[in-house]
């Protein structure tokens, strides 16, 4: 049984309602490099997951359902009928999920490095990140992430904004940070992906590992509108290291959408 519960929120801008989703870890902040570009369009929710920021964690471990029925009691919550929706890494799991047990209130689905179609190898090297930080802790193994997450250069030039990530995945309840990462590393969606019929914009960093453009061509393949882009260069932290320009394709995206 789905346990929905009320998710801390931001409201900022005008324009149609968009709906934020961030990922593992993080919270609603994770956009605020997208935000100035985004608030010019749109009318912009960004919440905080349960357990993350400053959401209330809820009462046992919960599931991919539970963060769907979260969503869905803040559109009710907020009044909007119908809203576009973007969500990057677990929140483009989130996103695509909400669209299925909601098709009518979704105009639009913009799905960021996210993944579908992994791999055995895939599958068992992203169960062995959850492995490893079960037996060995969390602080332990999150140094060997970032390299996954961050591009080198951003490693060494932006130091502060590295910190403030790992210091958010820190400082949360750790039966959290791996209740989110197991939902992550056990959800499967391209046998469902083709019931989604919302325009979708799919869009991954190059050099992502764990979300490669291998994986999102198969997401995009797999529904019926759906347009493909890859941030040349990029991992996947592609929010805090370019989220100009991933909001500039979002607008894009949705302008284009809505004038054809």
Request: aromatic fraction near 8%; charge should be neutral; include cysteine.
């Amino acid at each position: 049984m789905t346990r929905a519960i009320d998710c801390a929120y931001s409201l900022e801008g005008s324009g149609p309602p968009l709906f934020l989703i961030h990922g593992i870890g993080a919270a609603r902040d994770t956009w605020r490099f997208a935000m100035p570009e985004l608030t010019r369009h749109f009318t912009v929710i960004s919440y905080d997951l349960r357990g993350h920021g400053a959401s209330p964690a809820g009462e046992g471990a919960f599931g991919l359902d539970d963060l769907v029925a979260d969503l869905e009691r803040l559109r009710r919550r907020l009044g909007f009928d119908r809203a576009h929706f973007a969500g990057h890494s677990l929140g483009g799991m989130i996103a695509p999920a909400y669209a299925r047990d909601y098709p009518h209130r979704v105009l639009s689905l913009a799905l960021l490095s996210t993944a579908a179609g992994r791999t055995q190898q895939d599958t068992a090297n992203v169960r062995a990140v959850v492995h490893a930080m079960e037996e060995k802790g969390i602080r332990e193994v999150l140094p060997t992430l970032t390299g996954r997450w961050f591009t080198d250069g951003f490693l060494a030039n932006s130091p502060d904004i590295v910190q403030r990530r790992l210091d958010q995945v820190t400082a949360m309840p750790p039966e959290i940070f791996l209740n989110v990462f197991r939902i992550y590393a056990q959800t499967e969606m391209l046998p469902w992906l083709h019931q989604i019929k919302a325009p979708c914009l799919v869009l991954s960093g190059e050099n992502d590992g764990g979300c490669s453009p291998r994986l999102n061509r198969l997401i995009a393949a797999e529904l019926d509108n759906a347009e493909l882009v890859i941030l040349p260069r990029l991992k996947h932290s592609i929010l805090l290291e370019d989220g100009a320009t991933v909001a500039r394709h979002i607008v894009r995206f949705v302008h284009g959408m809505e004038a054809r």
